[in-house]
């Protein structure tokens, strides 16, 4: 299997894209967590978003507390009101760093990989990083901060 190729430039238009549920974790969802993973480790970064290998769907991974965590339908239930900035880059924008302001902590709710339903409270890296790649689920670059 060929590694999946991460798209770039923000025209494109699955990128722009809002993404959709996922009803179902299915074998389909689970290979393509796999080979998001293998796709995230080579690109060395914290974290990737299905429209960014071409999946109009919301599934990402975000390296929380140092491990690569699948989320299928993500959504951040609470942010806290105190806020940081810090310059981010992305995968997809190579070359390109924006400082964004975005809440320190959040609470989020997901579907595992088994389609359990998860609630974590993130701090810090942690929440910047999901925040990060629910954007991508929602469409958002890092450029709309600027």
């Known amino acids: 299997m060929s590694l999946l190729r991460i798209a770039t430039g923000q025209d494109k238009e699955i990128l722009r894209a809002k993404a959709v549920q996922i009803p179902k974790v299915t074998k389909e969802v689970k290979k393509l ?37 699948p989320m299928i339908n993500p959504e951040v239930t609470w942010k806290s009101e105190e806020t940081s900035t810090t310059e981010e ?33 993130l701090h810090d890296l942690d929440a910047r990083v999901v925040q990060h790649e629910i954007d991508h689920l929602n469409g958002i670059l890092i450029i709309d901060y600027m």
């Open 89 to 121: 880059g992305c995968l997809s924008l190579p070359e390109i760093n924006v400082d964004v302001t975005r809440a320190v902590e959040v609470i989020i709710r997901y579907l595992d990989e088994q389609g359990k339903e998860q609630e974590r409270h």
């Open 33 to 69: 967590i796999k080979d998001m993973q293998k796709a995230v480790k080579k690109a060395e970064g914290l974290g990737l978003a299905a429209p960014q290998v071409g999946k109009s769907i919301r599934l990402c991974l975000a390296n929380i507390n140092g491990k690569m965590t």
